[in-house]
């Protein structure tokens, strides 16, 4: 199976802030990794797919980029509602694997 | 608009098995899979299996093999996902997902509101 590897597993920032979080696959997976935002006690959102493609309605101060084994999403300039959890994932031959996710949290 | 809309809270003894349904509405059920995935309190998210509703296909992620089952009704448009032989550690949140390609990238963009499951004696 391809293991997914978030840093860091917490990270602490003020609003304004431009934040970067790293993810990396075990092994290639050419561009075939989506991100996600989780809030408590609320499901999943998708931000981001095939690595840097923005998803419909979410704000362009969130990035990502990558290929292979490493990618990044960056947000540009943290917002009070970026506070949360994020996830990336991976889908190989439908087989999915997620990160063991990020924590924004207000510094 | 999209939703899909998940059954209540379950509370379950060890060994036992627990169906969660996933009623869609929206758009065509058959047109797209369901994901099913898994959190459990304070953890990350752990993907179990995706369905096709057209043809029932399934797959199963290999952590749950010969426990997980997943099914469908399309005259009701609602998937289902049965877990077998209860254990405390099967205790989370479970989700269904719309699965989508984007681009190439499997993924799903619109998610259930989750259905809580305790494992306990």
């Known amino acids: 199976d391809i293991q997914m590897t978030q840093s860091p597993s917490t990270l602490s920032a003020s609003v304004g802030d431009r934040v970067t979080i790293t993810c990396r696959a075990s092994?290639?997976?050419?561009?075939?990794l989506a991100w996600y935002q989780q809030k408590p006690g609320k499901a999943p959102k998708l931000l981001i797919y095939?690595?840097?493609s923005l998803e419909s309605g979410v704000p362009s101060r969130f990035s990502g980029s990558g290929s292979g084994t490493e990618f990044t999403l960056t947000i540009s300039s943290l917002q009070p509602d970026d506070f949360a959890t994020y996830y990336c994932?991976?889908?190989?031959?439908?087989?999915?694997?997620f990160g063991q996710g990020t924590k924004v949290e207000i510094k | 608009q999209v939703q899909l809309v998940q059954s209540g809270a379950e509370v379950k003894k060890p060994g036992a098995s627990v169906k969660v349904s996933c009623k869609a509405s929206?758009?065509?059920?058959?047109?797209?899979?369901v994901n099913w995935v898994r959190q459990a309190t304070g953890q990350g998210l752990e993907w179990m299996g995706w369905?096709?509703?057209?043809?029932?296909?399934?797959g199963y992620a290999q952590t749950f093999q010969g426990r997980v089952t997943m099914t469908r009704n399309t005259s009701i448009s609602t998937a289902y996902m049965q877990l077998s032989s209860l254990r405390s550690e099967d205790t989370a949140v479970y989700y269904c997902?719309?699965?989508?390609?984007?681009?190439?990238?499997?993924?799903?963009?619109?998610w259930g509101q989750g259905t809580l499951v305790t494992v306990s004696s």
């Open positions: 997902a719309r699965g989508v390609d984007k681009g190439g990238t499997k993924t799903s963009d619109y």
């Open positions: 929206g758009y065509t059920f058959t047109s797209y899979d």
């Open positions: 369905m096709n509703p057209n043809s029932g296909n399934t």
């Open positions: 092994q290639s997976i050419s561009s075939w």
């Open positions: 095939k690595a840097s």
């Open positions: 994932q991976q889908c190989n031959s439908y087989s999915w694997t």
